[in-house]
């Protein structure tokens, strides 16, 4: 009972760091991640909102189940779905 009690707050926590650091690459362009780190930038972006999305199943039915889920979803509809969406139509109109 009480390791469920767990996986949520572990879900929770994935959900705002990744999300603050998603704000936070958005409003500076990029340029938040010093000297190339580029494998920092793809686990906590793209693998944290993840792994707490699946977290978020597993944890005991409640308040942090709900932030856990739909608060990843909204992580990864930013950093994942919304950019291959945006790159479909940057290049699938022909240049005139």
Known sequence: MKRKKILGIISVVCFIVSFILTIGRYAT???WIPYGGV???IFLNYVL?????ITAFFSKKGFL???????NLLV?????????????????????
């Open 29 to 31: 362009m990029g340029g």
């Open 39 to 41: 494998f920092v930038a």
């Open 49 to 53: 909102p993840f792994l707490g999305f």
């Open 65 to 71: 189940k709900y932030v856990g889920i739909y608060g």
């Open 76 to 96: 990864i509809i930013l950093t994942f779905v919304l950019p291959i969406i945006t790159f479909i139509f940057w290049f699938s109109n022909p240049i005139p």
